[in-house]
């Protein structure tokens, strides 16, 4: 059978029994913070088995597409080195929440095993947990298999997905390769060999461990089953090694082609096919290669298969040319493949062109440390050097280190990679710190959704970070009230500013309004007065600040939504700033905006504003959010409650608890100001709204108006004149550069007079006055005709700057190179030189080599020529 015909045969059996097949999920957890990918099929139904999410089915199966390349689950050293580990592969499973335990999930097991896949049952070997009589009794009394394949286990036979979480006992089936192969059965003193391979464990749910430890009984017992496909394959394919499976060979076919290697056996090559696999679905789910977080594990597969494919001796981008070969294999699995084809090539190839400018470099840094390396470990230094400053991942390292049978020194990498962030903590610590680290704070009521004004009552004051009971006159530091208008700083949006106030004597200036916890602290500077504990204060917040931020976080919600529908679904936001001047939005996208690009995103966001659809905005649970449509950002903590605002009937739905307009109209216009790369794979926006947008329109009308007067002609002609002007610019700088030359030449009866001969050639070597960089290059071609035979070299000053050029006619460039005798006549000038054996050209800043440098000509000829 192959791949996809035991996945089909899998999911039609399971809905036969009754369950709902259930498509995967993608990569990037959306309900599990503590997850870095999706590594296993119960990940989304985590939630399920909490009894936090319920579901109009009790029954499911599916086959998961599944990462282990990073956190606790991180096969990625391992790939290609052995069988059977894989940084991405697919988790056949089925599921029973609170309905079958483990009678059925045994019987089910057993049956699509012997009977649907028809595997003997003499090579099945099954085990459970120590404790688990139950289950011992089903697989033996029941199910009839021999007491001589079943064994007890401890540690293998308890499951949880993570430190906390779902977990419970567990029961593994093997499958036993036969005596031809070394190894002995499970809990045996050599289970780690390779006779008897595990195929299929079942979870019997039972708890939740708490991050105390404790196993806490879960509402109701529930099934987690795991199988994974490339290895039930490889059982049903009559092969040893996963590598070997259809879906593999036809990967490493594509691979061999990219890279020129015909041994399909070749570690390398399992390399490239493993991880074109979960780059490939990565890219597909929305991550793309950066410098932290799942995108730095993206980007460390990728490098790590580039730089097999150097070693095969592939120094061309190929890891992106197998993009097409997977989806030939998977893409009817998974269309999204298909779908995101195009983009997922063009992310890989930017990746592998950038990394290739680093690779050579950082391969002669590591070269040089092995020449002079005594003992057999990579010191952590170099380590650290290898990655900060030519990006190789640690594990690449590693990978190279094992090759050449060495090791890498970790506890000097993490020193000196701590060493680092001690330095960037350090940098950062410049102003005082107001986030009362360590002070319970009381909880502040935020008003500031529907008023901009209120009271409150003083139930903190800070200064220079520690509680204080009093300011006074002339005081920096934070009030707390127990209820306020002022907005907090969050989400991207800054907090609001503007007086706190009682009757006429006290003022306070708030400057900044943070968030710690669930206080809000009014930074500033007390004006007027003093405050005390239990002051009652008149909040006011600056309506126009407020006003004109509420109009550019408006307006981000509805780039956001534009970025995606203009550039595609893989735009994710990567951070915000928005205040009264302008917004900032950075997202993922793997190359820089075309001017169409941003026309079309500016001209979609105006349409919207000028629509002006009312902005809603909605309090309810994150399910109801969800069913919305709208999106929550992986690593935002959102309460029970959260905040949904919809913006241009659906065109943008997203959770925010930041301030907005009412209408979409209120914000006027839209102007991107600024488009940039601010990482690898982050781009960022700049925009202004309303006043600040006509502003802009103001600036670029009056650049333009007085263009037009300094041109002495219309508006509309202003473009048509500055080309007039630039043609003739042109035109006049090549007269001028004939001209100089002319006149640098005019006297070369007398010029010709300073020509030698050394060892038979004829040598010109004078500086020319009054001449430049081009006027020289034109002298020289002249002077060359002039002599007939040899060799020219020409120099100018201009201030501290020397232009050489150097000159050989082509019957001589043979023996006489003109890019040789520039590099050593620059390096005279304090500079640098190069070019083409008739014709080079260079300079340097040190005027005072000059004649040392012309001096240079004849000797160097003469040395050429006798050598």
Known sequence: MKSAEIRDAFLQYFQRQGHTVVPSSSLVPGNDPTLLFTNAGMVQFKDVFLGEDPRDYTRAASSQRCVRAGGKHNDLENVGYTARHHTFFEMLGNFSFGDYFKHDAIRFAWE???QVLELPPERLWVTVHTSDDEAADIWIKEMGVSPECFSRLEEDNFWQMGDTGPCGPSSEIFYDHGPDVPGGPPGSDNDDLDRY???????????????????????????????GLERIAAVMQGVH???????????????????????LANKSLRVIADHIRSCSF???????????????????????????????????????????????????????????????????????????KTLDKGMAVLEDTLEDLKGNEIPGDVVFTLYDTYGFPVDLTNDIARERGLSIDMRGYDEAMEAQRARARAAGSFKVDYTAAGLDLPKTEFLGYTRLAESGEIVALLKDGQAVDRLEEGDEGAVVLDRTP???????????TGYLESGDNVRFEVRDCTKEGASHLHVGRLLHGALALGDTLSARVDAGVRQATALNHSATHLLHAALRQILGEHVTQKGS??????????????EALKPAEIKAIETLVNEQIRANTEVQIEVCDMETAKAKGAMALFGEKYGNEVRVLTMGDGFSVELCGGTHVRRTGDIGLMRITAESGVAAGVRRIEAVTGEGALEVFDELEQLTDSTAQALKTRRAQVPEKVQQLLTQNRKLEKELTAM?????????????????????????AIKLEGADGKSLRESADQLKNKIGSGVVLLAAVEGDKVSLVAGVTKDLTAKLKAGDLMREAAARVDGKGGGRPDMAQGGGSDPAGVPEALKLAASWVESQISG
């Open 577 to 590: 700033l928005v205040d009264s001047e302008r917004l900032r939005f950075d997202f993922s996208h793997f």
């Open 486 to 496: 002022f907005y907090a700083e969050s989400g991207g949006q800054v907090g609001d």
């Open 282 to 356: 990565l890219i597909s789910d929305g991550v793309m290669p950066s410098n932290e977080g799942r995108g730095y594990v993206l980007r460390r597969i990728i490098r790590r298969a580039v730089r097999h494919g150097h070693q095969l001796g592939q120094q061309q981008a190929f890891f992106h040319q197998l993009v097409g070969a997977l989806a030939e294999v998977m893409g009817e699995a998974y269309p999204e493949l298909h779908e995101r084809r195009a983009q997922i090539e063009k992310v890989l190839l930017l990746e592998e062109e950038q990394f290739a």
């Open 740 to 764: 100089k030359a002319k006149l640098a030449t005019a006297g070369s009866g007398n010029l010709l007079d300073e020509v030698v001969e050394v060892a038979g050639v004829k040598v010109l």
């Open 241 to 263: 090694n996963n590598y070997d499976i259809d879906l593999f060979q036809h990967l490493l076919k594509a691979a061999a082609q990219a890279t020129g290697c015909d041994d």
């Open 197 to 227: 391979i595990e195929i299929w464990n079942l979870v019997f749910m039972q708890y939740e461990r708490q991050s105390n430890g404790e196993l806490k009984p879960l509402p109701n017992p529930s099934i987690d089953t795991g199988m």
């Open 112 to 114: 699509f095993l012997t």
